[in-house]
């Protein structure tokens, strides 16, 4: 398909394709003519990455680039390539506060769940800066309803990866996990206000 045919299947405009091909990010189609390339379905894909990349994950061009080096090289393991993924779209939150119980807090739930993580794994910074916060402000949420949490997280995680499990394209399996962990984040919030709307009126409703 020519350039335009791959603009109107992939809903990126011509001009955002040029940029992507000029950045490296998508691989140059095969040559017909001076002024002309053939793309195929594994356009396609790519582009469908990029986007869950740019769109959903907000990630920068630089970031990118470091992403699909990671999908496109074999010799990167599947495990390390969804880590790059997830990793480039996890972030510290900054907060501040008792470092000292929030890790206490964060190893308990690991132990309790027995979770193998990287030490350097940036959700860990984030877990331990909320979890100070909330000592902070005199919230700890205390270690049966921390691991409430952590196996609700636990379940979540097996849900996401057997999504993953059900592809062997590397692309689209770093676009499920980007897609999941991302927007699956807003689902969880979401259903987790439903459930404490449900849950409070089983439990206060006969009350008021």
């Known amino acids: 398909?020519?350039?335009?045919?791959?603009?109107?299947?992939?809903?990126?405009?011509?001009?955002?394709?040029?940029?992507?091909?000029?950045?490296?990010?998508?691989?140059?189609?095969?040559t017909t003519s001076p002024n002309q390339a053939r793309y195929d379905d594994a356009h396609i894909r790519r582009l469908r990455l990029i986007r869950a990349l740019v769109e959903v994950g907000g990630l920068p061009i630089a970031t990118v680039r470091e992403v699909l080096s990671a999908v496109d090289?074999?010799?990167?393991?599947l495990h390390d390539m969804l880590g790059r993924t997830v990793y480039a779209i996890t972030g510290d939150v900054g907060a501040s506060g008792?470092?000292?119980?929030?890790?206490?807090?964060?190893?308990?739930a690991m132990v309790h769940l027995g979770w193998q993580v990287e030490k350097d794994a940036p959700a860990l910074a984030g877990a331990r800066s909320v979890l100070a916060r909330m000592?902070?402000?005199?919230?700890?949420?205390?270690?049966?309803?921390?691991?409430?949490?952590?196996?609700?997280?636990?379940?979540?995680?097996?849900?996401?990866?057997a999504a993953i499990g059900r592809t062997t394209d590397r692309e689209e399996a770093a676009e499920t996990a980007l897609v999941g962990t991302v927007l699956g984040d807003a689902l969880l919030a979401a259903l987790r206000r439903i459930a404490q709307?449900?849950?409070?009126?089983?439990?206060?409703?006969?009350e008021s």
């Open 73 to 77: 090289d074999p010799a990167v393991g």
């Open 1 to 30: 398909m020519r350039v335009s045919d791959l603009s109107r299947s992939s809903g990126v405009p011509v001009a955002t394709i040029k940029y992507y091909l000029r950045e490296g990010l998508l691989p140059r189609g095969e």
């Open 98 to 108: 008792s470092l000292d119980e929030a890790e206490a807090d964060l190893a308990g």
């Open 135 to 161: 000592h902070e402000l005199g919230w700890g949420p205390g270690e049966e309803t921390l691991r409430a949490w952590a196996e609700a997280a636990d379940r979540a995680a097996e849900g996401d990866l």
């Open 197 to 206: 709307e449900s849950r409070s009126a089983q439990r206060y409703r006969a």
